[in-house]
């Protein structure tokens, strides 16, 4: 696709050999003599970035700047400027242009600034959408549940997530601990910065040092690249550590000392890194009873939870079973392109009878199989794919 250049000078000997350089580069140019030519244009012509001279009539290049950035926020901006007055120049950056050329320039220099300028606002508009689509996916509201004590749960969480303190979320596996902490993240401050999340559950003990911390270049062997850990990655933002309770006890005091202390120390070095960073813990054990054991260190449960919520089992949510019962036949549905619509009402009581030993996340994973081999608009048996059957509900 070919990118579209307003470019505003008003001095057709340096106009023409500049325009030609950008139409053989393979833009397409819109040109106007002065400032307020270029806003008029605007109005009626889509373009890519603006190129503009500062010495202007009428208005000049840096009011040009102000102007469009008021009115057009996204639009790429370069000023072009003689050597006596890269002042203006870096005022106009100030005031939200991209960059600044000083005449005279190479042709390969122009180019180089107009496409930076053009491809860090296409990053830009595709980071601030996939902002739009997390919050949107991941707001409070999107929480599926009528029952009073989840409503509780997701009211404390909506009151923690501008207070920038340390969460600590309990409750089985499976039960939305995760999507919680999402939920946290994107209605906060730091929202549009990094979400990092760390499954403690999951990493081998002689991993955890090097994934919370990073490392630098030859602390190991045949290892020739630095890496940044999860506390650097989420930098600005969130770092949510699940199933926290089973971090090795050696690490305990270095994690507790990071999140205190927001510095990290990676492995082979010998230099401390700042950071900034919200802790989100999940566990699905008990962590004063870890802690009354010798397994977990009391100073570092108390700084994990500044805030401790519990989040009930599906079990205890039978209200809620109707509700995510058809939110998941939706979901499922339309990833398997079927017809299938419904659960006859008859399911629901067996539904609420089962343990739910998974929780929501079981819940999901049977509807979505009673999706694909459904024959029919309304799904009718669920027993076959409950584990173990209807008996352990009962036991």
Request: hydrophobic residues 40%; glycine residues 6%; contains cysteine.
């Amino acid at each position: 696709m070919r990118r579209r250049v307003l470019v505003v000078e008003d001095d057709e000997i340096f106009l023409r050999p500049l325009q030609r350089s950008l139409e053989v580069a393979g833009y397409d140019i819109v040109v106007r003599p002065s400032g307020e030519d270029a806003m008029e244009a605007l109005k009626l012509e889509d373009v890519d970035c603006v190129l503009s001279d500062r010495r202007l009539p009428g208005m000049d290049g840096v009011e040009l700047v102000r102007r469009v950035k008021v009115e057009h926020p996204d639009l790429p901006f370069v000023v072009m400027t003689a050597h006596g007055t890269i002042e203006s120049a870096v005022e106009s950056v100030r005031l939200g242009a991209a960059d600044y050329l000083v005449k005279p320039f190479e042709v390969s220099e122009l180019l180089i600034v107009i496409a930076r300028a053009i491809e860090i606002e296409e990053l830009r508009t595709a980071s601030r959408a996939t902002l739009r689509r997390n919050q949107e996916l991941f707001a409070f509201t999107n929480v599926v549940t009528q029952d009073p004590t989840m409503l509780g749960v997701v009211e404390q969480l909506r009151s923690a997530a501008d207070v920038d303190t340390t969460i600590l979320l309990c409750g089985e596996r499976g039960v939305g601990k995760k999507l919680l902490a999402h939920c946290v993240h994107f209605a906060g401050a730091r929202r549009d910065k990094p979400f990092v999340a760390l499954n403690c559950a999951a990493l081998h003990a002689e991993l955890f040092e090097s994934e919370l911390f990073g490392f630098r270049k030859r602390s190991f062997t045949n290892v020739s690249e630095s890496r940044r850990g999860s506390f650097h990655l989420a930098n600005g933002g969130t770092l949510l550590l699940e199933e926290v309770g089973d971090i090795p006890q050696n690490l305990q005091p270095k994690l507790l000392r990071a999140i205190e202390d927001q510095r990290v120390m990676p492995l082979g070095s010998d230099r401390a890194v700042d950071v900034d960073v919200r802790v989100i813990a999940t566990t699905n054990k008990d962590l004063r009873l870890e802690a009354e054991h010798g397994r977990f260190r009391r100073d570092l449960l108390d700084r994990l939870s500044a805030v401790q919520i519990a989040v009930p089992p599906l079990r205890e949510r039978p209200d809620d079973m109707p509700l995510l019962v058809r939110r998941f036949v939706e979901i499922s549905a339309r990833r398997s392109k079927t017809s299938v619509s419904a659960i006859s009402p008859e399911a629901i009581p067996a539904l609420c009878r089962y343990r739910w030993p998974g929780n929501v996340r079981e819940l999901e994973n049977v509807i979505e199989r009673a999706v694909l081999v459904s024959r029919t608009d309304t799904i009718t048996d669920l027993e076959r794919f409950l584990t173990g059957g209807l008996a352990s509900a009962e036991s």
